[in-house]
């Protein structure tokens, strides 16, 4: 089993910055990977960027240009930092990790979610 233990949330206004973390504990994987979700009322849970072990990140359209993804492996942990924040940001922020089997397939664990709220 993986826990995940995510802090950084908070209420800040458009234009300004906050930082995620999320730190992994249990059976963690050396192969894996780390990434942020995000749900919105009424929405469904949307990817946001994620992280492989080996540092290849990937992001969605949305956030491209505004969030950076990084991730210290030392520690288990991942961070998004979030720049230049709209309105339409405003959702719960979810951490995922997956650990890869080496005979194929994975398993997805997440965090409890941290809420981000962005004022016009």
């Known amino acids: 089993q993986v826990q995940l233990v995510e802090s950084g949330g908070g209420l800040m206004q458009a234009g300004g910055s906050l930082r995620l973390s999320c730190t992994a504990s249990g059976d963690v994987f050396t192969a894996n990977v780390m990434g942020w979700y995000r749900q919105s009322p009424g929405n469904e849970r949307e990817p946001v960027a994620h992280?492989?072990?080996?540092?290849?990140?990937t992001y969605f359209p949305a956030v491209k240009g505004r969030f950076t993804i990084s991730r210290d492996n030392a520690k288990n942990t991942v961070y998004l930092e979030m720049n230049n924040l709209k309105p339409e940001d405003t959702a719960v922020y979810y951490c995922?990790?997956?650990?890869?089997?080496?005979?194929?397939?994975?398993?997805?664990?997440w965090g409890q979610g941290t809420q981000v709220t962005v004022s016009p």
């Open positions: 992280m492989t072990a080996v540092h290849t990140s």
């Open positions: 995922q990790l997956l650990n890869v089997r080496p005979e194929g397939g994975s398993d997805a664990y």
